[in-house]
């Protein structure tokens, strides 16, 4: 049952869960599709059946920033059902993607039906904030090697005992928008962490080769 995977959700009863997922409908995107755009009015909680989709936000000149890319079992949006404001972030498709969608109005019949899923909730919330903390405190602290190593090593997938790899095809401009930085120092760093043989490239897959260094 792809709710189990959503974090707020977890330590809910098999029939509450059966009810969340009875008041769930399916949709299918193409893409490069936009589904959500910042500041819409937020109404609904999307789960990733299949695909994969970026997270991003936008200056006043339209420079796109990455939050996040999320793929198959992963969800966003989940704060539109417990609260009346708008959107925080963008979300497009990056290939032809399914989702399991929960909107606010069907949720909040469940809610009327169950009321301990909202006891749960608060409980998941807390505990999720408490995390979000902690990022937010590491990212502030960490200069762009560091921000960029951490998105390195975030994104990658184990290959065997020693080196690791990036299924994604990250440009340097990808990897800039995410940490905040210019595509030129993006540039450097990789460079030098390539000159060191920290890592090296498949195509345009980058591959870990071992723990990266600490400090740049």
């Known amino acids: ?53 970026k997270v991003y936000c936008s200056d006043k000149n339209g420079k796109e920033f990455i939050m996040n890319t999320l793929t198959t079992g992963d969800h966003f949006g989940e704060l539109a059902l417990l609260d009346d404001d708008k959107r925080s972030a963008s979300v497009r498709t990056m290939e032809k993607s399914n989702f399991c969608i929960i909107y606010k109005e069907d949720f909040n019949q469940v809610l009327a039906q169950q009321p301990n899923i909202a006891k749960t909730l608060i409980r998941n919330l807390t505990r999720r904030v408490r995390k979000l903390t902690q990022d937010v405190k590491a990212l502030a602290l960490q200069d762009v090697y560091g921000r960029v190593t951490n998105v390195l090593t975030t994104l990658s997938e184990p290959r065997d005992e020693e080196t690791s790899i990036i299924p994604e095809k990250l440009t340097q401009q990808d990897i800039a928008d995410r940490v905040g930085a210019s595509r030129e120092m993006v540039a450097r760093i990789l460079k030098d962490l390539t000159i060191g043989e920290y890592i090296s490239f498949e195509g345009r897959n980058i591959v870990i080769n071992g723990k990266l260094p600490a400090n740049y």
Not at 12 to 31: C, F, G, I, N
Request: proline share 2%; glycine share 4%.
């Open 1 to 53: 049952m792809i709710l189990d995977k959503v974090e707020i959700f977890e330590g809910l009863t098999q029939q509450e869960m059966d009810a969340l997922t009875a008041s769930s409908v399916v949709r299918s995107y193409p893409k490069n599709t936009v589904i959500i755009n910042e500041n819409d009015h937020a109404d609904s909680l999307y789960l990733i059946e299949s695909g994969r989709v």
